[in-house]
């Protein structure tokens, strides 16, 4: 069985910056619910993209494909394949386009939690949850269409959704103190999930 890789492509204009090839069974540096899935379903997965997206300068974009070792011949052919193209973040479109979206298939998990109460789960705003049958887990908020208590209705049932990829981590400003739980660097808690924007229950 042949190693699949992950191929990152830079490019500035038509001119090649950067390659960036890396097995992906050792891929460690994704979201964590993300790196146990196939390399194909990942780099189609806007969350996926979303992490790759901030390495990206203004003026770049850049290419993600699959490949198994045989099939890495040449940087040429590489660059001239079909492939997820990425523009950096900063270009991206306010409002998310459907090309935006992907499915997502488990079971909606409730845990609610105490407004009001300064706790991690306060802050995250998380309470609803989509099982996969992997096991992993990722966090839903309700889109505009769809209330809390709506999807309280469909708590443990099977679901199928159609949803965009969210980050409502806070932006820190110097001049506005603010308490937030930290990650290692200092930084505000990453605060990210899936927003509905379709939902149909499984039978």
């Given amino acids: 069985m042949e190693i699949i890789y992950l191929v990152f492509l830079v490019f500035s204009g038509n001119n090649l910056d950067q390659v960036h090839l890396e097995a ?26 979303a992490h ?10 850049g290419k993600l494909l699959c490949r198994t070792y045989s099939e890495v011949d040449s940087i040429t052919s590489l660059s001239n394949a079909p ?3 990425l523009l950096p973040a900063s270009r991206q479109k306010p409002e998310a386009s459907d090309s935006d979206a992907s499915i997502l298939e488990g079971k909606l998990v409730h845990r609610p939690y105490e407004e009001g109460r300064k706790s991690v789960e306060a802050y995250l705003g998380q309470e609803f949850f989509l099982q996969q049958e992997d096991g992993e887990e990722v966090a839903i908020y309700p889109g ?20 965009r990829f969210v980050d409502r981590t806070p932006k820190v400003d110097p001049a506005q103190p603010m308490s937030y739980p930290m990650e290692s660097d200092g930084s505000p808690m990453r605060r990210t999930g899936y927003e509905l924007i379709e ?3 499984q039978e």
């Fill in 199 to 201: 939902l149909n229950p």
């Fill in 83 to 85: 492939g997820v193209d």
């Fill in 52 to 61: 790759l997206k901030k390495t990206l300068k203004p003026g770049q974009k």
């Fill in 24 to 49: 992906w069974h050792n891929y460690s540096r994704g979201p964590k619910f993300l790196i146990n899935r196939p390399c194909e379903d990942t780099i189609k997965d806007p969350a996926f993209q």
């Fill in 144 to 163: 505009k269409e769809f209330s809390r208590n709506a999807l309280i209705k469909l708590k443990n049932q099977k679901i199928r959704i159609r949803t």
